[in-house]
Structures are given as structure tokens and as C-alpha cells.
């Protein structure tokens, strides 16, 4: 996580934990992507860009775009990069493909990119990674996720539909409803992970420095959590039914642990 804009958060971040008062998250967390300026995309031109997270050394980045009526372009293929998006409102044609809220696209690295355009206009996420040699994926997948059924969690109260899993890199992209009353546990993660509250009102709880912090949110709230760091428990639930889009770019252990603690490393 090396991008300036993440870089001067966490730098803000250091500096108000300093100041007293309840624990800061020393990550990005609780963002509303609706506060943030707009940012130039140079491989989508015309288009309004909040940049969630994301490193200008590789051009590895997260954004929420918002693309205007009659707008037409195409997806921004990069060599050596692969790209993913996924449609929040609107209509987005892929290609000769139609993709409504809940369209979800994936192009590997090496893709030569489609065209698109939209008629009325659409607000999509959209996501550039680092290729990686490993990744077994070589082909686009296009799909419509309100098409797939939601898999129940270990969990209950809590499904979950797979977009992308790619065995070679364990990288991963997948929807996770949460329901009103559902126990979330404590765990971490040993991979990067972040999320994009597609829907609903949602409440979490990072673990900082042994004390949780808890605050809520709204539909367009971000976070990109770095491994290994304790979240959830028993604060954290939804307050209506909440839609995370999650995404986790290489392969992941997922852990339960006792509660809010320094975190262990998972092996």
C-alpha cells in the first residue's frame, strides 16, 4: 500500500491517534466513497473517479467511477495488468454484452480490452491489479451475479455468491450478504482484503492496539484492511440487510479468534 493518497491517510490517521481520544484505525476504514475529490483516470477519459485505494508506481488501483450519459470508451485493458469491474446502477454494454447493477466483469492480464458505452450513464467499480504469473484465470468472465444463487456461510445469517477464484493465485471476488441479527465473529485474514458496501446500513469493529473501534456504514463505505488484522465481533452486524462487494488479490487464511487481541500471524 505504497499510492500517496493512502500514504497521507495513514499519515493523518498517526497523527490524530496521537492527539487522544478513541483508538484511530491506522488503515483505510469506515471511507464514504462519497466524500472523496475526484480523481483523472488517464484509460478512462470523461469519466468522474473517486479512487478508493490504489499505488501510481503500478498503476494498481481501486476507484468508484461514474460514467456519464452517451459516454463510450473502452475498459482500459493494460498490459501486464488485469482489470475487473463491477456495475453499482445503471446499464453498462460490454462489448455486445448488457450488464445491469450486479454485472460483473474480469479480464485477465494480456486482454486486448472491449469497447463500452452506456446510454444513460452508470456508476461502476473499477479495479487494476498487478499481474501475477501464477494466475491459472486466462480468459474474461462476464456475468450477471443476480443470476447466482446465494451459497450459505458456516454462519448463519450470512451467504455469499463467488465471482472470481483463481486456484493458482488464491485471489478472489465475491458478493457477502449479511442479514439483520447475524453474529459476526472476530477473524482475520492473512491476505490484503478490502470491501465496497454495495447495499444496506452495516456497522463494524476494527481491532487497534487491543481496543475496538466501532462505526458504521452507508451504502458506498470502503475499507482495505491489511493481513492479519482482528475485525468484527459482537459490536459488528447489520442494521438493514448490507451487500459487500470483497476481494481479496492473493490467496487468503481466514481465522476465528477469541476476541479483540494482538493478532498472530496465521500460518
Known sequence: MNGIRVALLLAALSLAA???GPPEVPYPAFVDSNELEDVFLASLPGVRAKQLAGDPMTRRTSNRIDLPADWKGTSG????RSMEL??????LRLADIELGPGGYA???AGSLGFNMRTEDGARILYFVNDADPDAVIRSPIIMDSALLKWQPS???GISTKELRADPGTGATTWLKRIEVGAA?????SSAVREGFL???AYRHTECVGSEPVTEPYAAGGYFYRPPNAINGGPLAGADTEAVWLLRETG????VTVDGCKPAEPAN
Do not use: R
Open 77 to 80: 485493458g493494460t498490459p501486464g
Open 251 to 254: 490467496a487468503g487464511i481466514l
Open 106 to 108: 474480469f479480464l485477465p
Open 154 to 156: 458456516p454462519v448463519p
Open 184 to 188: 459476526i465473529p472476530w477473524e482475520s
Open 18 to 20: 496521537c492527539a487522544g
Open 86 to 91: 463491477f456495475v453499482l446502477a445503471g446499464k
Open 198 to 200: 454495495v447495499s444496506g
